[in-house]
């Protein structure tokens, strides 16, 4: 079974940053494009950013030049440095795993809160 876990989420200031850790297992995970996902109440999740197993990215628009994804398939782990966050930030964010055609997995998510 594919399995992830999320750990960084937390308060910070705008301005401020954060770094997200995904955690991955169950998986060959240098084969799956991973992505981190955001959701704030009463909007529709949004792609943040995407790193496939060979390194290409994705980022949303409102997010580049100020996020970075990173991946470190050794240790079977996905990052998202954030950076200038902004109260807009502000969403619960979930962890992606997808082996190029279908989703796998999904994290429990991670709240983080941009707010002074």
């Known amino acids: 079974q594919v399995q992830l876990v999320e750990s960084g989420g937390g308060l910070v200031q705008p301005g401020g940053s954060l770094r997200l850790s995904c955690a991955g297992s169950?998986?060959?995970?240098?084969?799956?494009?991973m992505g981190w996902y955001r959701q704030a109440p009463g909007k529709q999740r949004e792609l943040v950013a995407a790193i496939t197993g060979g390194g290409n990215t994705n980022y949303g628009d409102s997010v580049k030049g100020r996020f970075t994804i990173s991946r470190d398939n050794a240790k079977n782990m996905v990052y998202l440095q954030m950076n200038s966050l902004k109260p807009e930030d502000t969403a619960v964010y979930y962890c992606n795993a997808n082996d190029g055609k279908y989703s796998r997995a999904w994290g429990q998510g991670t709240q983080v809160t941009v707010s002074s």
């Open positions: 169950g998986i060959i995970f240098s084969i799956y494009v």
